[in-house]
RNA sequence: CGGGGAGUAGCGCAGUUGGCUAGCGCGCUUGCUUCGGGAGCAAGAGGCCGGCGGUUCGAAUCCGCCCUCCCCGACCA
């Protein structure tokens, strides 16, 4: 199939008994986030399989919506749209080096003629072979790239229905240029798109610095929504709107501060008998010890041999700055036989003092720290009354933990909020890592050959559509911020077979059809309450309703989703007051 | 991959000390009545009780293996 979703017209008018939304009236088993629910119990989507959905209709004009608005911000931006192949040759992939970081999570086959093939989960490989080809001057950049495109990425876990599926719709663009600042100016006209695309599909997304993890780079933003469903977590300041992800938040210890807290006397170190006991919540429950008054030792194996990381009991190692203090690559929890070569002691016992060939790293944290408890590195026995400099010394100190709700903005001081977020974008710089490896180079003014500065910047098309239902909805179902809702109005007459109001409300749709507005009109010959409630689930943003009643008074009903707000309208300024409302 | 839960009609569920023809609600079909917040009556259709194997006179129910789905974690746009 070409999996990619074509810029389409969207009808403007369905009737919908000859549409297909299987709505649900009881709360399908299998779901449980409350935009999958939604999704499920709206007829936009079912699922095939674990990460796998077809979008129903109504889902599908969402899509559709969403698509439609970010190509229209990405041209705005001159990027171009193309479209690439999922199905890639293996070989571009060893070229890059990522067959192997991406592992399991590449879905690959064999042809027939015993070729590896790979589902693309993303595009740098690919779009980088093409501009390798064809682009060889300066005078050709700098250039941006777009798709929208179904990705495949075999997900260790699956979840919350579309918001982390195997197969999803991604846009991805890559950026191209002969410098840095070249690159900078990409980048941002990127972020700008990004904003506004957010922003029109009634997304309020905050820009966090991020890991660059698989795809490479140094500079990273993810674009976050704030929202209960969401698998990351966020550093967020309220009051100065500081904002980042919990693997790169910055964490203040201020020394001054912390030493001041530290009591006058050293009490002497003492060995004390922990039998079977290791974690840092049974320590400190068998020796009526708070965690913050201990220190735990944790051994990594990095490129350069062990490391052993000092982190306060309370807090949790931050890999991915640990890694980035190091400049290692690779970056495990050793392994026993280390540990025991390094402490002299089991897993699980380890301690500061008495360490052997090991460089010793310490989160500042411990430095306002005395009289804490350590593991002794010996089986079965902790030390209390440690202290820093007599009984271990540090070698480095640094930022090695992950940021918690009792610390302070690194801006600004005041108080952080760690919060559930979705991300919905992420823009990288990349560099040169695509280009070195792969040799994507180009000639510039002065005629030397230079490797083209790459960047790259990914949405999630349908992970839009459920933050959107994520964010915007009640009890009673959806409430579809206008730009992305399947309709714009959904006209409900109640008994429609009934001559005065059949006749009215074909009129109504057809007046509403000449004007171009979007609409879905409830013909079923179903009962009134089934229609409201149906109505309130779909969630569009309008609804005329027609009935016998006000008819008689030649007054129809507008209603408005947000609010729930009616609106008595006579018969002939529908049309005008329903453009009005789409206006405003 | 570790931990937890679940697979019985399209959806939600009951039935599981082994026992009759497997049930209920919703939905679906037909007819009549109804018609402004999930209508009423009547008559219907719909099941390999997730799969395979075993125990037994007899299995949705007991045992074994497998599959699928969901949640938490690890991991990840």
Known sequence: MGVGLPSINLINIMRWSKYFIPTLREVPSEAEAVSHRLMIRSGLIRKLASGAYTYLPLGLRVLQKVQNIIREEMNKQDAIELFMPSMQPVELWHESGRFKDFGEDLITYKDRHNRVIVFGPTHEEVITDLVRNHINSYKQMPVTFYQIQTKFRDE??????????????????????????????????????YENIFKRCGLKAIAVEADSGVMGGDVSHEFMVVSDSGEDLLAHCQSCGYAASLAIAECIDKEPETRAQKPEKELPLKEVDTPGVTTIEKVGHLLKVKPE?????????????????????????????????????????????????????????SGPSGLKD??????????????????????????????????????????????????????????????HAIEMGHVFKLGLKYSKAMKAEFVDESGKLKPIVMGCYGIGVNRIM??????????????????????????????????????????????????????????RDESAGIKFNDAELIGMPFSIVIGDRGLKKGKLEIKIRATGEILETKKEEIKDKILALLVA
């Open 358 to 419: 090991v460089k010793v790293i310490a989160d500042s944290s411990i430095k306002g720290m005395s009289n804490f408890v350590t593991g002794a590195n010996k089986k079965d026995a902790h030390f209390i009354n440690t202290n820093l400099d007599r009984d271990f010394k540090v070698s480095e100190w640094a930022d090695l933990r992950v940021i918690t709700d009792k610390d302070q903005c690194p801006k600004c001081n005041k108080n952080i909020k760690i919060e």
């Open 156 to 193: 260790v876990r699956p979840r919350f229905g579309v918001i982390r599926s195997r197969e999803f719709i991604m846009k991805d663009a890559y950026s191209f240029d002969e410098d840095w600042e070249g690159l900078d100016k990409s980048y941002q006209k990127m972020y700008e798109a």
């Open 466 to 523: 459920a933050t959107a239902i994520e964010i915007h909805n009640d009890n009673k179902g959806i409430i579809w911020p206008l730009a992305i809702a399947p309709f714009q109005v959904l006209i409900i007459p109640i008994n429609y077979k009934e001559e005065s109001v059949r006749k009215a409300t074909d009129a109504i749709y057809e007046e509403l059809n000449k004007a171009g507005i979007e609409t879905l009109l409830d013909d």
């Open 293 to 349: 008054n201990m220190v735990k030792t944790l051994i990594y194996a990095a490129d350069e041999g062990p490391v052993a990381v000092l982190i306060r009991g309370d807090h949790d190692a931050n890999e991915a700055k640990i890694k980035k203090f190091l400049k290692c690559q690779k970056l495990e929890m050793a392994n026993e036989d280390v540990i025991k070569k390094i402490t002299g002691g089991p897993m699980g016992f």
